[in-house]
């Protein structure tokens, strides 16, 4: 049986190491979760509505240069934010 990790974002035990300050981190949440609700992907910016989580990400399209639109590739990056705005789903 595999363990689980103990923290986190943590497989080793260990506290993760944070590489962005939370004044930003704090400002791109927010701009992921405005791209949701205002962009593209603004069809599921609803989805977590009932359970006080957001969803934030970015969609795109592309992968075929030059084939028509219909032919493109579209995807979709995200965040699952908790009510306390902890990111736990990716």
Not at 5 to 19: E, N, V
Request: no cysteine; proline share 3%; hydrophobic share 40%.
């Amino acid at each position: 049986m595999t363990k689980g990790p103990s923290l986190a974002g943590s497989t080793d035990g260990k506290a993760p190491t944070r590489i962005v300050e939370e004044a930003i981190a704090r400002k791109l949440m927010a701009a992921a979760i405005d791209t949701v609700q205002r962009g593209s992907a603004a069809r599921i910016a609803g989805a977590l509505h009932d359970v006080g989580w957001a969803i934030g990400g970015k969609t795109g399209t592309g992968g075929r240069a030059g084939a028509p639109m219909d032919e493109q590739d579209g995807w979709f990056a995200g965040l699952v934010f908790d009510r306390q705005g902890k990111a736990r789903l990716a």
